[in-house]
């Protein structure tokens, strides 16, 4: 009795797995299956294959679903682009999912990152011909930094170029703060730097 309950368990097993593979070997089954015990054991040691191939084919389809799984896309890096020092504050440019960030670190005080109007990468304005960051000293109280940003091209954005130039003030407490006022035109690289005249521009409000 036992056997025979064994026996319906596995077909009922085949024909839920694999239902157009049992009617394709079904007469061969009905063969075996019918008349004396050898038939019996024939028809044990078939189902027992018959079982073997419908869960390794199930196993396959799994394994070709997973493969087709969409991948989700990576986030955009975030880094520093330039940095400078000054009146004991850390002044750094930041790349932050395509837009431009000012960060500044203070040893006693927490500052909020800044917005940028000109698209990143930017990069401070340099001294002619030099690595060294150009400073405006606009009045006694008063410094200024220039960014630069927005390229046009890779090759502008790998020559530290672009297109817009925003103002950074710095008052005699430390506190810094950006300028209204962006300047747009031609090319320009950060190694060319500016004169007196667009400094007193980009520190206006």
Same mark, same amino acid.
């Given at each position: 009795?036992?056997?025979?309950?064994?026996?319906?368990?596995? #077909?009922?097993?085949?024909?839920? /797995? &694999? +239902?157009?593979?049992?009617q394709a070997v079904m007469p061969a089954i009905a063969s075996l299956a019918c008349g004396s015990r050898l038939g019996s054991l024939r028809w044990l040691s078939l189902s027992s294959l018959l079982l073997v191939v419908a869960c390794? /084919? =199930?196993?396959?389809?799994? &394994?070709? $679903?997973t493969q087709n799984l969409v991948v989700p896309e990576r986030n955009t890096p975030v880094y520093i682009t330039d940095q400078v020092t000054l009146a004991g504050q850390a002044i750094s440019l930041w790349f932050d999912h395509g837009r431009c960030q000012l960060q500044v670190d203070?040893? /006693?005080? /927490?500052? =909020? +990152?800044?917005?940028? &109007? +000109?698209?990143?990468? #930017? !990069? !401070? $304005?340099?001294? +002619?011909?030099?690595e060294t960051v150009q400073v405006y000293q606009r009045d006694k109280v008063s410094r200024v930094l220039a960014v630069v940003g927005t390229p046009t091209t890779p090759t502008a954005s790998t020559q530290r170029c672009g297109? =817009? $130039? &925003?103002? $950074? *003030?710095?008052n005699a407490a430390g506190t810094v703060? *950006?300028?209204?006022?962006l300047q747009r035109g031609s090319l320009r690289c950060a190694d060319q730097g500016l004169d007196n005249a667009q400094y007193e521009l980009l520190a206006r409000d």
């Open positions: 009795m036992a056997y025979w309950h064994l026996m319906s368990w596995r #077909c009922s097993l085949l024909m839920s /797995k &694999q +239902p157009s593979l049992i390794d /084919k =199930e196993t396959n389809n799994s &394994q070709f $679903i203070h040893p /006693k005080l /927490k500052r =909020e +990152p800044l917005s940028l &109007q +000109p698209n990143a990468p #930017c !990069f !401070f $304005i340099k001294s +002619p011909g030099t297109t =817009e $130039i &925003q103002g $950074i *003030v710095l703060s *950006v300028s209204n006022t």
